[in-house]
């Protein structure tokens, strides 16, 4: 792909040129290694091949852990899905990416974005378990590109995707919750 080959399905450039808080440059490194992580997907069922691509928050470092002092960390960290013989048991690209992410110890906050691209014409998002999984990491405002087979994308933000969404930042303190049942059980007594 060249620099050229990724244009946006619809008007999405904000007044500065960014897309999202996302530069040229960046969508074009998101785009190229979620299409090349695509290559590296095992899908022998289905056929149905995703790549999966994050793209890190460079002022962000990760918690540390043995795995950081052992590989060098990239600003893009990459999936592609899983199949297996037993057809749930298969891991989608978006899952296996983020996964990798949390292991290097990234969280919340570590991603400027996502990208996810497909061998399809149409534009695919992530589907529902993994938008609730990706959800747990990315704030409502991640933008997360979706790459159709010519390089085309349409973005949409986390908050967009799963509007009215449970995410950590909902649960009430541990402490709150445990006060709540000791009155419900004082109460029922």
């Known amino acids: 792909m060249t620099a050229t080959s990724f244009q946006s399905a619809e008007a999405t450039a904000d007044k500065d040129g960014l897309i999202h808080g996302v530069s040229a440059q960046e969508l074009q490194i998101l785009g190229e290694q979620c299409i090349e992580a695509k290559g590296k997907a095992y899908c022998p069922y289905s056929l149905f091949r995703v790549g999966a691509s994050l793209l890190l928050n460079s002022t962000i470092t990760p918690a540390p852990n043995h795995w950081s002092d052992t590989y060098p960390l990239s600003h893009v960290l990459t999936g592609a899905n899983i199949e297996n013989a037993a057809y749930p048991v298969g891991t989608c690209a978006e899952r296996v990416a983020m996964g990798t992410a949390v292991h290097l110890g990234h969280r919340i906050g570590s991603f400027k974005a996502v ?12 589907c529902g378990m993994c938008r609730q999984y990706l959800r747990e990491f990315l704030s409502l405002e991640t933008p997360i590109f979706m790459f159709n087979r ?35 059980k004082a109460k029922t007594a």
């Open 150 to 184: 010519e390089g085309k994308f349409i973005v949409r933000t986390m908050g967009e995707l799963l509007p009215l969404s449970f995410g950590p930042d909902v649960l009430p303190p541990r402490e709150q919750l445990r006060k709540a049942q000791e009155e419900d």
């Open 115 to 126: 990208g996810v691209s497909t061998d399809i014409e149409e534009f695919c998002s992530p």
